[in-house]
């Protein structure tokens, strides 16, 4: 069984007009607000790193749960895992704005500070560039050695390459979860120097993998609405929706877990994060995050036939991946800017770095047959039912 993804041309000339929107935007940013630029660049890079991190977790599960329902749709996984080359390089244009984002960064600023003094071994502009390279390097290694082993796979058949699949998806879980963690501490945590959470680092680990795994959800249904995964059928659906239903429960835990331990120790060097968050400017973000990613997600998805619905899980989906960029919105923007200026500059960064990820995503999948022909367990995926 074999299926090709045709990249049709008006997707294709969408997604470069979303690039050059992008990139105008870009230039108008820099030339009258640099330091909301560069935020930008920082929110929607790791915004899709995030979900290509995600992704590639989701997909290195399923091979270590040997899970034969899903066996059929991980092509998506791996086109969405070819973003991570793309946010390496923008990342590393990131370094040249340090300055305009982490307040560490700027020349001389652990001199009259005691605690930057005494972080200053880690958070230093040398240390951060090497770690950044080291974490991109991993990251983009695992995910084409994976992606190699899947293709031939395809060619040659047989349990070989499933097993070592299998095998080199557990070391890129490891690499994943450490590498991760630290990064969303060097990207994300840092820009308030002074403030820590031992919680952050999981929470945004685990929102990495929540929103990854609902990008690649919300791909499959809409190659399937384009005539693609003509076998998606209500039990495959049922089991999609059932991991948005869970990483949404687990995101609400988390959350609300930072937050209470938080608010009931009331230690002002903690306090201050959501003490600049409870502004009235910012106040409605910060609820409309956990409204978006934890209360619609489950209690729209609790019902069985919510959770088997394409359309309702579609929805769902767009609403979740909204989620995370009002959850990066809030958790870099206050410590930026003194004032909510969401506007134009916003909506074009977000669209060139949507036409980016949809030619990255499109190109891979165009490039290798959509399903896994040779895959051990296809079969129990054509015919998954419950």
């Known amino acids: 069984m074999e299926e090709k993804f045709s990249f049709p041309s008006k997707l294709r000339i969408s997604a470069f007009a979303l690039v050059a929107i992008g990139v105008i935007a870009f230039i108008w940013g820099f030339i009258s607000n640099p330091d909301k630029s560069w935020a930008n660049l920082l929110l929607n890079n790791f915004y899709f790193v995030s979900i290509a991190v995600g992704a590639s977790f989701f997909l290195s599960l399923q091979y270590i749960a040997q899970a034969g329902w899903s066996s059929g749709f991980k092509r998506v996984s791996e086109a969405v895992v070819a ?70 796979e395809d060619v040659e058949g047989g349990l070989t390459w499933f097993e070592k699949s299998e095998f080199y998806s557990k070391v890129n879980i490891f690499i994943l979860a450490v590498t991760f963690t630290f990064a969303s501490i060097d990207w994300l945590m840092s820009i308030h120097p002074h403030w820590y959470s031992t919680i952050f680092s999981f929470k945004t680990f685990g929102s990495a993998f929540y929103h990854g795994s609902t990008a690649v959800i919300l791909i499959i249904l809409l190659l399937h609405k384009a005539g693609y995964f003509s076998f998606l059928n209500k039990s495959h659906l049922h089991d999609f929706s059932r991991y948005i239903f869970m990483l949404s429960i687990i995101y609400g835990y988390l959350w609300f877990m930072q937050f209470t331990i938080i608010w009931y120790g009331n230690i002002p060097e903690e306090t201050v994060y959501y003490a600049l968050r409870w502004d009235p400017q910012w106040k409605t973000l910060f609820f409309v995050d956990i409204i978006l990613n934890f209360a619609i997600p489950f209690l729209v998805l609790m019902p069985r036939a919510t959770s088997r619905n394409k359309t309702v899980v579609l929805i769902v989906a767009v609403i979740v991946l909204i989620g995370l960029w009002v959850e990066l919105y809030i958790q870099i923007f206050p410590a930026i800017s003194e004032v909510n200026s969401f506007g134009l500059m916003e909506v074009g960064a977000f669209a060139g770095f949507l036409g980016l990820f949809i030619l990255m995503v499109a190109t891979t999948l165009s490039k290798a047959s959509l399903i896994p022909k040779n895959h051990p367990y296809l079969d129990e995926c054509l015919n998954h039912h419950f």
């Open 83 to 152: 973003y991570l080359p793309i946010g390496g390089i923008l990342f590393l244009v990131l370094i040249f704005g340090l300055g305009h984002i982490y307040h560490w960064a700027h020349a001389g600023a652990a001199d009259h500070d005691e605690l930057l003094a005494h972080k200053s071994a880690f958070l230093n502009v040398p240390f951060f560039s090497i770690r950044m390279l080291l974490y991109f390097t991993l990251w983009i290694f695992m995910a084409r050695y994976l992606r190699k082993l899947s293709l031939k």
